[in-house]
Nanobody, 119 residues
C-alpha cells in the first residue's frame, strides 16, 4: 500500500501563488506516474498535470504556462507550483500515483487539499 498526504492548499487572492506538495509513503518502490487532479462539486475529477518517471510532463490546457509540476524521487514527493491563480482554479486538488509491481499497475489517491482563489 501507498499512502499519500497532500499539503499546501489554502485561500489566496486572484493572481497569487500556492505550492502543493504530496508525499508518498509505504510501498513506494516502483512508483512511476505521479499527478495532480482537481474536482469541484457536481463536476468530474479532471487532470491538472502529471509527470512520468522519465520526467515527461503533461498539463491541462487551462493551466499551461501558469502551473509547474515537478517530482523529487529521493523524497517520493510531487509538487505543483501554481502561479497566476484564478477564481476558476478553486477546487479540491488530489494527488495520485501509479505503482508498477509484478506486472500490475496500482493506482493510489490522496484525500485532497482545498484551494480557494478569491476574486
Amino acid at each position: 500500500q501507498v499512502q499519500l498526504v497532500e499539503s499546501g492548499g489554502g485561500l489566496v487572492q486572484s493572481g497569487g501563488s500556492l505550492r502543493l506538495s504530496c508525499v508518498a509513503s509505504g510501498a513506494t518502490l516502483g512508483i512511476s506516474y505521479m499527478g495532480w487532479y482537481r474536482q469541484v462539486p457536481g463536476k468530474p475529477r479532471e487532470l491538472v498535470a502529471d509527470v512520468t518517471s522519465s520526467d515527461s510532463t503533461n498539463y491541462a490546457e487551462s493551466v499551461k504556462g501558469r502551473f509547474i509540476i515537478s517530482r523529487d524521487n529521493t523524497q517520493n514527493t510531487v509538487f505543483l507550483q501554481m502561479n497566476s491563480l484564478r477564481p476558476e482554479d478553486t477546487a479540491v486538488y488530489y494527488c495520485t500515483v501509479a505503482r508498477n509491481w509484478g506486472g500490475i499497475r496500482y493506482d493510489y489517491w490522496g484525500r485532497g487539499t482545498q484551494v480557494t482563489v478569491s476574486p
